[in-house]
């Protein structure tokens, strides 16, 4: 699977060792920044993802900052894009099967890489299950976002 993956300094660590072990994992990996440990704003990394997934360089992005929850409302922002923070199994997984998840948004203050690890491969190896009840409500988040984005 293709992923992007970005963090802001908070993540930068937790991203380094993410993508390394992502990579071993058989997984394309780009990685589009922090590349320091130097200050860096999480909405300039939560659009990089969100945009590659957005046009398809990537199937799925993973963001990473200290709670994960400001990446997440980050990513959130761009049409198409489905980003949460897990910091369980189940919603990894379920996130995907439910909701069409296409970002997974970590906390590196929150949860270690053992753990960071276990979720991005439940993340990864979810996918959605397509049912008429999840489409219908896919289909109704499509149509909240389609409707605001007119309003601007």
């Known amino acids: 699977m293709r992923i992007a993956i970005g963090a802001d300094h908070a993540g930068f660590e937790m991203k380094r060792d993410l993508a390394g072990y992502l990579a071993k994992c058989g997984h394309e990996v780009t ?88 979720l991005c491969d439940a993340f990864l190896a979810a996918t959605f299950s397509g049912e008429e009840r999840h489409m219908h409500r896919i289909a109704k988040i499509d149509a909240i976002e389609s409707r605001y984005s007119r309003e601007e």
């Open 31 to 118: 990685d589009l920044g922090t590349h320091t440990t130097a200050a860096v704003d999480y909405p300039d990394i939560s659009e990089a993802v969100a945009q590659a997934v957005r046009n398809g360089q990537a199937d799925r992005g993973i963001v990473i900052c200290g709670s994960g929850a400001g990446a997440a409302v980050a990513a959130c922002k761009f049409p198409g894009i489905r980003a949460s923070v897990c910091h369980d199994t189940y919603s990894a997984r379920q996130a995907v099967e439910h909701d069409d998840l296409n970002v997974l948004c970590l906390g590196a203050r929150v949860i270690g890489l053992s753990l960071a690890r276990t």
